[in-house]
């Protein structure tokens, strides 16, 4: 099992940043991806960054140029930098970790971000 444990979460008004970290522990894989996925109600779950053990990222294009997504692979740990923030980057948000073992799928418990005046 791996567990994951989200901070830095919290209320920024619009053009403010916020920065999040997430930190796996328990049975953890060297090779792996951790990201970032976010929730509003009425909408499904969606993903905001995601970033591989070899350090290649991927974004969604609603964050592309203002949220940066880093890990620091010996500690298990990913972040999302998120600068430029607009009102609808309000939402839950979700780290998750994958590895290639079957059933090692798992989810931060969330972090509210909300961003408004």
């Known amino acids: 099992q791996v567990r994951l444990v989200e901070s830095g979460g919290g209320s920024v008004q619009p053009g403010g940043s916020l920065r999040l970290s997430c930190a796996a522990s328990?049975?953890?894989?060297?090779?792996?991806?951790m990201g970032w996925y976010r929730q509003t109600p009425g909408k499904q779950r969606e993903l905001v960054a995601i970033?591989?053990?070899?350090?290649?990222?991927n974004y969604a294009a609603s964050v592309k140029g203002r949220f940066t997504i880093s890990r620091d692979v010996a500690k298990n740990t990913v972040y999302l930098q998120m600068s430029s923030l607009k009102s609808e980057d309000t939402a839950v948000y979700y780290c998750?970790?994958?590895?290639?073992?079957?059933?090692?799928?798992?989810w931060g418990q969330g972090t509210q971000v909300t961003v408004s005046s």
């Open positions: 998750n970790y994958r590895d290639y073992r079957p059933g090692y799928d798992a």
């Open positions: 328990g049975d953890v894989f060297s090779i792996n991806a």
């Open positions: 970033i591989s053990s070899g350090g290649s990222p």
